[in-house]
Every structure is written in C-alpha cells, then in structure tokens.
C-alpha cells in the first residue's frame, strides 16, 4: 500500500528530522511509530501525506507518486488518506456534525461546503460514523462543549468521512488523560479490524504501542533503529530507543 523510500527531510533551520528512512506498510497494518518528542514521527506522518515535502525520497502510494503530484493528483490521494490531529483541529463554534461533515470537503464544490449546503446520503454517513465513535447524541452540541476526548473522536469521524483506505494519526492521545488514552485507541482499532483501514499512529508510550500495533517501527534522531515485531521490544531494545535513563511505567 505505501512505499517510503529514502526520505529524508530538512527545515529551512537546518534541522535534520529525517534521515534516509524508508518502510513498507501493508494493507490492513496497524503501524506505530514511536521514539522521543523531537525523532521525527510527525514529520514523517505529514511528509506521507504531503503536508509538508519532504527535502528527498519518494513515497508512493498504491503505486502513485505523492512527492511528485500536481495539486489535482494529489488532491485525489487525499480522499483515500484521514489524518487525526493532536489537539483536534476542530471549528470549535461550529456543531459536532458540521465538524465531522468538513470531512467530505475533498468530495464537494467549495460554494456547497461554505454553505452547509450538504447532501442528505453525507449527513446520514456524518451520524453513522459518531454512532461508530459513540457520540452520536452530541452531533448538535458545539465542538468547544465537549471533552477532549470526545473532541478526539469528534477528529476520528471526521477523518472517517473520506472513507480511507489509510489513517494517519499524529500523536493522537498525547492532549488527553491516560485514563482516556486506551479508549480513543480503541476506535482505531476497531477501524482497522472492523473496516480493514490501514492505520499509521505516532505514539510516545510503548505500552499503549505493544497493546494495539501488529508492527512497530521506532525513530531516533530521524533514523529507523527499529522495525518489528512489538513483543521483541525487550529493555535492550527499549534504551536503544529512549536512552540508557529512561524508564518505561506501566499502564496500569
């Protein structure tokens, strides 16, 4: 499905996120990325799908070129790749249904969407999938009335709106209480197993990552130091990672 190939990338500061890193990922993978604040896993999830260039290599999915695209191309590969946020991107004045509507942006005109002006097969999807996320009685209330995690899974189904074979998520748990961690990961995973949706997730606690990936590939400093299974993350591996000080807790 996606193919990183030598990808590397540096900031106009000169800082070198990425360096030469490359992976496959399969249908139906749930992929998580993992390694400090500052190894280059959000750099990485928005040069996938082109919110940032990467400075060299090439991506490819299903066969096509992203880092080459033109804006109408890349536009088509958009529909197919969600994207959750850390701190939501949600209009926070706006409904919960609107929000998740926004969704479908890649597959209206512009006047329509500015309007509101949104089809009643969108609107029947835009509930089914807060049903999916468990907020359905919400979809009238505004964005800002809500928790963060129910924000967090406002993001989902939004996401889920452009029907993706792909699903990036950056960091998604990180704004929230541990307490709520596992249960937005859980609507990932139910995404994955339940709609066969590729998933890529950034993620900084090891735990949840062995919990929830079928492969774990661990960044440090911008290079790949891992790429595997998550069970064979032993402490060897886990200080190679994180540092000879660091400490990995327990979720529970």
Known sequence: MLEVINVSKVYDDG???LNNVSFTVEDGEFLVLIGLSGSGKSTMLRCINRLIDPTEGRILYNGQDITNADPRELRQIRRQIGMVFQHFNLVKRSSVLRNVLSGRLGYTNTLSSV????????KQKAMENLRLVGIENKANNRADELSGGQQQRVGI???MMQEPTLMLADEPVASLDPALA??????FEKLN???GTSVICSLHVLGLARRYATRIIALKAGE????GDPDLIDDVRFREIYGDEAVEHSLR
């Open 15 to 17: 800082t070198r996120a």
């Open 115 to 122: 309007l509101g002006l949104w089809s009643a097969e969108d």
């Open 157 to 159: 189904a939004r996401a």
């Open 182 to 187: 596992d249960s937005v990961m859980r609507y």
């Open 193 to 195: 197993q339940e709609r």
């Open 224 to 227: 790949v130091v891992y790429n």
